[in-house]
């Protein structure tokens, strides 16, 4: 299992500037890491940092010490990312979504069919399965990605809002999802405007103005 580590790292968009500026923080085995902060505070910024996606102008984001060079690099250190607007394919099945990114992640037809079972079932999709993401509701294709996310196992998994389209119920099994990722050695990270979620995380980084300050650690 993999530690994410942010070290002093101005993080921007193009030539804009900073969102944020010298955040230093890291995701261990066996732990949810929230980052929480109202809309706009750059939870985004952080986590598309943290998967590769957007390279800091000033410092480093390392996985076991290693630069992460771009968003393949992090996939194939085994980072997952659960996106805030949840990235499905919109003609394909809920399973196909899931299926496709555990073989394009190495896995066998066989253990996809397998994996999309199992992560569609703690979320109540096992209905929903054979549906394109197109017919389902908000929070089913929000379910639908974050079963997609569990499927891939990752070694650090980086949820973003992950829970803004759910219902108190379904809000507190993806919390108990998010443990078990942590329990089974993966280095979680929640970003979350929802204090009641942050609350049942071990740590938090909260963010306003353009920095990061621990509001538990
Ligand atoms: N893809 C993007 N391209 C350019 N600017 C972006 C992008 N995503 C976010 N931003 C900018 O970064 C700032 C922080 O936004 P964001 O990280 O999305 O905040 P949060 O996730 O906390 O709501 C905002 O000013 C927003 O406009
Ligand atoms: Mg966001």
């Known amino acids: ?44 910024t952080l986590l598309s940092a943290m998967a590769g996606l957007l390279a800091p102008v000033a410092g480093k984001v390392l996985v076991d010490g290693e630069p992460l060079a771009d968003r393949d690099h992090a996939v194939s250190l085994n980072v997952v990312l659960i996106p805030q607007d949840n990235g499905l394919a919109a003609i394909l099945t809920a399973a196909e979504n899931i299926s496709v990114a555990v073989i394009a992640t190495g896995g066998t037809p066989a253990e996809a069919r397998r994996r999309t079972a199992e992560a569609l079932d703690p979320l109540g999709l096992s209905g929903q399965a054979n549906q394109l993401i197109e017919e389902l509701s908000g929070g089913q294709q929000q379910r639908t990605a974050i079963a997609r996310g569990l499927a891939l196992r990752g070694d650090v998994l980086l949820a973003d809002e992950i829970t803004s389209e759910l219902d108190a119920a379904n809000r507190q ?45």
């Open 173 to 217: 099994k993806v919390l108990e999802l998010l443990r078990s990722e942590a329990t089974r050695g993966a280095a979680v990270v929640f970003a979350t405007h929802d204090p009641e979620a942050a609350a049942a995380c071990d740590r938090e980084l909260h963010l306003a103005e353009g920095e990061a300050v621990w509001a538990r650690r």
């Open 1 to 44: 299992m993999k530690t994410l580590t942010v070290e002093a790292a101005d993080i921007a968009w193009g030539n804009d500037a900073p969102v944020l500026r010298g955040v230093t923080v890291d995701a261990r085995p066996g732990e949810i890491l929230a980052i929480t902060g109202t809309s706009g505070a750059g939870k985004t």
